[in-house]
């Protein structure tokens, strides 16, 4: 007997059970449930990692059929290796602490039970998604996840922000999910089946690398990534989806949901190998989008923007990787990035728990001494983010920068690329630690977290500092060709980036030599200042060219100018009555002279034409 | 045919007389009962025509259709004395344009 499918059924129960209490259920309860249910699904996955540890041995599970039409029968069967194994593990590992989180964090909030249905739904939609052994179950995760995202992010639905932000969120990552279906269809289509393991069996045998379908199937499948990852150009959607509760901006918008894309390609690897181009496109694309987000990172006031673009950046370095075919330098970076991410999303989480929803950083400061815990954990979370030497980030994002360089050709640009955004993000990590935790007290924090977050915080801390130790059992599942013996120049350079971007941080922001402040006021400074606040008005651009067309075609289109011509029909028929009806003059002398004089009119016409 | 022939031209002159007359009273007459009579004077020339023309080609067919006129016109003059009744009653009047409530 496998509790392989308790997995997600645990938290599917339990968020059914909280759903249909409609909010009634007591508070105790609902916590118990909501985190109980993780609690048990992690436990649940333990033994399924130590079972698949002890002989790599593939679990296979199927439940039902899900389907059968024609040659069309889709099960709902799970599949457990070890890129799965990986996967639930951080989906139940991190999600049970955010969880555990969340019962201080909302314990205030009346609708604490919607939330951890919710939240429990995210889950168990998130663990589908991963188990899956064919695409159409993984795109029903897919779809879960996103609907969960939506309702999450307008948690707080009173304010019509919140409901905006949440429509956003669910907008822009169908324009990737549609692509995404369409690239469902076409591999069933191609390929007759959407089970994974047949699937890439067939693609191997059929397609040639570099043949025009593949690269079109895997285009599409991107397209889908890259609105669920938040990649340029579908990324706008993160930074405004930090509306919602900080525990979920940690679950959802950084620890899992948004490495899905992640996953999807690591999934399908083989039909990524089949197309280079789109592996290529892949490469720059995080590239670009890791730089873009690093320089927006850096202009921002609002704790969690900040934490979301660097998580945009973050997703941009494990693109990076699997564009250049290190797939499991890639997960690598996932797994550490979900510890570190989720760890600095939980500590902003404390401060502005402790702060009466203080958001913006230059109203913080001075915090080291007031909030020691969440200290510790912003430095830690702020070490691995900027992969200072021997923090979790520094293994993994260390892995992709040298995967980089050896890539053939164009390797030295992207790891040049990386290494800028490196920087820039070690700038960033910092200059939030050094504005919040240093410097004069702003505001005076009116409590101290409790237990529920401070043990997460502490567990989280140390997976941060340990994480780049894991050894994933990532072998056999996922190729790595690693990389070639690059030069020691070329490491010590990517080790010390970091080094330097966390100086040029104390120098600006802690240790005043530079003043920040002169160099905000020259004009140049202030466009430039304006231009990354405002995330490269990439917002605006797209609310230029495709909102406002499209309301502009809305608008008109409720005037219903079809039904002009209707409108016109009437009128005309209003007015024809208007000048008819004279003739109406109820006299019966009048009519009778009328038709005689009608019909010698008809007789002239008709014996003019008989002559 | 003996005795005396009348030309065909004739009859038909007399008829379009007829109808003529007929036409300028309903045209030009306000008392309804008039116009009836009117009415009744168009009737017969048309008739007068029909059994001209059926002399002139010795077929029946224009003394038959003067039986329909001629039942035709009785049917119609029932309808317009019963009207003739219900108007003066209402409007106390005969007078066509007085009854002329129902215009547009």
Partial sequence: ?611 | MGGLQIPLEHVLLLASCLFSCGLAGLMLRRNLIFMLMSLEVMLNSAALAFVAAGARWGQPDGQIIFLFILSIAAAEVAVGLGLVLQIQRRFKTLDMDQANRLRG
């Fill in chain 1, 1 to 611: 007997m496998t509790v392989l499918w308790l997995i997600p059924f645990l938290p599917l129960l339990s968020a059914t059970l909280m759903l249909l209490s409609a909010g009634r259920m007591p508070r105790y309860l609902a916590a118990w449930l909501g985190v109980g249910s993780i609690g048990l699904a992690a436990v649940c996955v333990a033994l399924v990692a130590r079972a698949y540890l002890a002989d790599y041995q593939v679990q296979e599970l199927t439940l039902w059929t899900w389907m059968s039409i024609d040659n069309f029968t889709p099960r709902i069967a799970f599949r457990v290796d070890g890129l799965t194994v990986v996967m639930m593990s951080v989906i139940t590992g991190v999600g049970f602490l955010i969880h555990l989180y969340s019962v201080e964090f909302m314990w205030e909030d009346e609708s604490i039970c919607r939330y951890f249905a919710y939240m429990n739904l995210f889950v168990a939609a998130m663990l589908l998604l991963v188990m899956a052994d064919n695409l159409l179950l993984l795109y029903l995760g897919w779809e879960g996840v996103g609907a969960c995202s939506y309702l999450l992010v307008g948690f707080w639905y009173r304010d019509p922000d919140n409901g905006r932000a949440a429509r956003k969120a669910f907008i822009v990552t169908r324009i990737g999910d549609t692509a995404m279906a369409l690239g469902l269809f076409l591999l069933f289509t191609e390929l007759g089946t959407l089970d994974i393991q047949p699937l890439m069996a067939a693609a191997n045998d059929r397609w040639q690398i570099g043949d025009t379908l593949p690269i079109l199937a895997t285009a599409l499948l991107l397209g889908g990534a890259l609105g669920k990852s938040a990649q340029l150009p579908l990324h706008t959607w993160l930074p405004d989806a930090m509306a919602g509760p900080t525990p979920v901006s940690a679950l959802i918008h950084a620890a899992t949901m948004v490495t899905a894309g992640v996953y999807l390609i690591a999934r399908l690897y083989e039909l990524f190998l089949l197309a280079p181009p789109t592996l290529a496109v892949i490469a720059w694309i995080g590239l670009l989008t890791l730089l873009l987000a690093a320089f927006t990172a850096l202009a921002q006031k609002d704790i969690k923007r900040i934490l979301a673009y660097s998580t945009i950046s973050q997703i941009g370095y494990m693109f990076l990787a699997l564009g250049v075919g290190a797939f499991a330098s890639s997960i690598f970076h996932l797994v550490t990035h979900a510890f570190f991410k989720a760890l600095l999303f939980l500590a902003a989480g404390a401060v502005i728990h402790c702060l009466h929803h203080e958001h913006n950083i230059f109203r913080m400061g001075g915090l080291r001494t007031r909030l020691p815990v969440v200290f510790l954990s912003f430095l830690i979370g702020s070490a691995a983010l900027a992969a200072l030497p021997f923090s979790s980030g520094f293994f993994s994002k260390e892995g992709i920068l040298l995967s980089a360089w050896t890539q053939p050709g164009i390797g030295p640009w992207l790891w040049a690329g990386g290494l800028l955004g490196a920087l820039l993000t070690s700038i960033y990590s910092f200059r939030l630690v050094f504005i919040v935790f240093f410097g004069e007290t702003q505001t005076e924090p009116d409590r101290q977290p409790g237990w529920q977050m401070a043990v997460p915080l502490i567990v989280l801390c140390v997976l941060s500092l340990v994480g780049g130790w894991f050894v994933l059992p990532l072998s056999g599942v996922l190729p790595d060709p690693g990389h070639e013996p690059v030069s020691h120049l070329v490491e010590y350079i990517s080790i010390g980036t970091p080094l330097l971007g966390l100086t040029i941080a104390y120098l600006l922001y802690l240790g005043r030599q530079v003043s920040i402040a002169s160099l905000m006021a020259s004009p140049a400074g202030a466009a430039v200042q304006s231009f990354w606040y405002g995330g490269a008005h990439i917002d605006k651009l797209y609310h230029l060219l495709l909102v406002r067309p499209f309301t502009g075609l809305a608008h008109w289109w409720r005037n219903e100018p079809v039904d002009l011509l209707y409108n016109a029909l009437v009128w005309m028929t209003r007015w024809g009555h208007g000048r008819l009806v004279v003739l109406q003059t109820g006299e019966l002398r009048w009519y009778a002279t009328s038709m005689v004089f009608g019909l010698l009119l008809l007789l002239a016409i008709v014996l003019r034409d008989s002559a």
